[in-house]
């Protein structure tokens, strides 16, 4: 079976079996465009696929275990303390974002 797009918008239809007869159906994400699929007709029906818990960018707790300290006020809890890393996010003519890290609340935040 081919992929199938609705013909009212152009958006690809996802197959579903929500029709009053219990029997498959295309159905457009974005419109009211249904369209039955005959019986006998091969259709293949396609699992969600959860997606993976993102996993912390700036490398975890192990990546803030040696991380220098600097004095500055956490907004959250209100601690002068916070743990600091510099990493170069964007281009290299730009300057560094510096990622904060509260030593009492674990807040993090940047500047």
């Known amino acids: 079976m081919s992929l199938r797009y609705c013909p009212w918008d152009g958006l690809l239809l996802i197959v579903d079996n929500r029709s009053a007869e219990g029997t498959y159906r295309f159905r457009c994400v974005a419109c009211p465009y ?34 220098p300290q600097t004095e500055v006020r956490c907004e959250a809890c209100g601690n002068n303390s916070a743990y600091y890393m510099q990493i170069q996010t964007r281009s290299a003519d730009e300057p560094m974002t510096i990622f904060l890290k509260c030593t009492q609340c674990k807040e993090q935040w940047k500047e």
């Open 34 to 67: 249904v369209n039955d699929i005959r019986r006998g007709a091969p259709v293949r029906v396609r699992e969600v696929v959860r997606v993976k818990e993102q996993s912390d960018v700036l490398g975890g707790e192990d990546a803030w275990a040696n991380a």
